[in-house]
Structure formats: C-alpha cells, structure tokens
C-alpha cells in the first residue's frame, strides 16, 4: 500500500476521530498503574491496536450500511443537513467491494489483537472484543440496526463501545483482576464520548428522520433534544465532581471541569431551532471538552500512581 492511498484509507476511514478510542485505552491503563501499580507496555500496546482497528472498523462498517439503507444520499440531498460520512460510496469515488474489504482488513487486524491477548493473559479478554465487535457490526446492520431504533440504544452502545468496554477491558488486561474502580473511571468519558455522538446527530437529523433513522434527536425534537444534550453533559462532569468526592479520582482531577466552560459558551449560543453549521460548532466543543477530559483524568491517575509507589 502507497503512502498516498495508506492516506486516503485513514481518511475515508475517519482515523481523525482515533483520540475518543485512544482515550479510554489510556485511562485504563492508568487506573491499572494507579490502583494496581500494574504496567506493560507491551500489553498495553496490543490492547490499543486492537481498540484503534475495531474503532476504524466500526467507522466504515457504519458508512458501508448507511450507503446500502439509503442515509447518505438523504443527507448528500437534504439542504439542513451536513453529511459526515465519507462520501467515497456515493460519490463512487471506490467500489462498494474494495470498501468492504478495507473494513474487515481492520475488523481482522482488531481480532488478531483480541486473540492474542487472550492466549497471553486469559479467555475473558475475548468477551471485552466480542460484545465490542457485535456492537460496532449491529449498530446499523440487519437484522438489529439498534442505531436506527431510537429509545437510547445507540447512546447505551456508544457508552459502552467507547466507555466501560475499552476502560475496563485495558484494565483487566494489565491487572487480569476487575474491580468497580475500573468501571468507575469509564463513566465520565464514556458519558462524554456518549454526547459526541449524540450531538453528532444534530448535523443530519432531518435527514435522518426521512431516511427512517430515528436517533433520539428525531424522536425528541429539536428543542427537547438541545435539553437533553444539555443534561447529557451536566451528568458527564457531575459524574467526575462524584468520583473526587468518593476519593476514586484525585482532588486534581477537578482541573478536568475547566473544559466544560466552552461546551458551556456553545449552549449559551443555541435557540430553540438552529442551522447544522451551528450544531457542527457544538459537536467540535463535545469532541474538544472530552479530549481534555480524558487527558486530565489520565494524567491525575499516573500522578496518583507515583504518589502511592
């Protein structure tokens, strides 16, 4: 594979986003280290290979559905809505065959790391990849299509997908033991992975609701939806302020609450009906606030870890 077309295929796969996926990886691993003193780099590394590819994977296999149930060309022709696939499939820029090969090249990549840390640490890795696998594959395949159905499904997978699974399972590897620390530690990111996916739908909830794909966005509404987005992030940092209180987090960790002030500007900005370009700034606030977020809780537990050595 050329550089160019190595290039093109991180592109089309979205590997801009990697950072919500490298995230939870990392503040596993750091509980690890904090609560366990558990480190290997080795492992470590594995674990994220195989999280980045069933990230990459779960992107195009999303694409790959969404072009074949008709949502893309919705968004591609709806005038509200902003399309955020990557257009490859309905600009027939590749073919639908070459695209699925691409996309379980990295579901293979990500299966051949979930074995192998199976063999090395323990059978009850693979559970972590196989719940993640089904849930990347039937977010928007038949016969499931649990993203389409509306009633928070898509949010529940989202927050696991990118929250308890990559945290938790980061944790057991490294320690090969789970205690309700490591689940603890997933819920604010996962909460705030949650949001950027959920205000991701803003962009083409219209779209969306002509196509038949009925995300909380279309159920709810514009207005009702912009509240609960609003909720949705107040549980998210309300959720990191408990785990200071419950001592699970360091007092430092609190730093991590300075990032909600932008996310907070956007809200601040938004009335009860607004364009797509205005939600794509909302979405980049959630994306940004959950980045330091995560940097901030995984640097307080590698702190706290040193402290306690």
Not at 6 to 25: D, E, I
Request: charged share 10%; glycine share 8%.
């Amino acid at each position: 594979m050329t550089q160019s077309s190595l290039r093109f295929w991180l592109k089309v796969s979205r590997a801009q986003v990697l950072p919500v996926m490298v995230l939870p990886v990392m503040i596993g691993a750091a509980g690890a280290f904090a609560f366990t003193q558990s480190l290997h780099l080795g492992l470590f590394l594995i674990t994220l290979i195989g999280a980045l590819s069933a990230h990459l994977f779960s992107n195009m296999i999303n694409d790959l559905w969404d072009f074949k149930n008709g949502v893309d060309q919705a968004a591609e022709e709806s005038a509200a809505s902003i399309s955020t696939n990557s257009r490859v499939l309905p600009n027939g820029q590749v073919n639908i065959r070459t695209f699925a090969l691409v996309t379980w090249g990295y579901f293979a990549i990500a299966l051949l790391a979930g074995i192998s840390l199976s063999v090395i640490v323990g059978w009850p890795v693979f559970l972590f990849a196989v719940v993640g696998g089904l849930i990347a594959y039937f977010y928007v395949a038949p016969p499931l299509k649990f993203g389409y159905r509306g009633k928070g499904y898509s949010e529940l997978a989202i927050f696991l997908a990118f929250g308890v699974l990559p945290v938790t399972g980061t944790y057991y590897v490294l320690t090969e033991s789970l205690h309700i620390e490591a689940f603890l530690i997933s819920i604010p990111i996962g909460l705030l992975t949650t949001l950027i996916l959920y205000n991701h739908h803003f962009l083409h909830w219209e779209a969306d609701l002509n196509a038949g794909k009925k995300t909380l966005v279309v159920i709810f509404g514009e207005k009702k939806a912009i509240n609960f987005s609003k909720f949705l992030a107040g549980l998210s940092y309300l959720s990191l302020l408990l785990l200071v209180i419950g001592q699970v987090l360091p007092w430092y960790a609190l730093i991590a609450l300075l990032s909600a002030y932008p996310l907070l500007k956007t809200y601040g900005s938004l009335s009860s009906k607004n364009e797509s370009k205005q939600y794509a700034v909302l979405m980049g606030a959630s994306l940004k606030a959950t980045i330091r977020t995560g940097l901030v809780m995984t640097l307080s537990l590698i702190i706290s870890g040193i402290i306690t050595m």
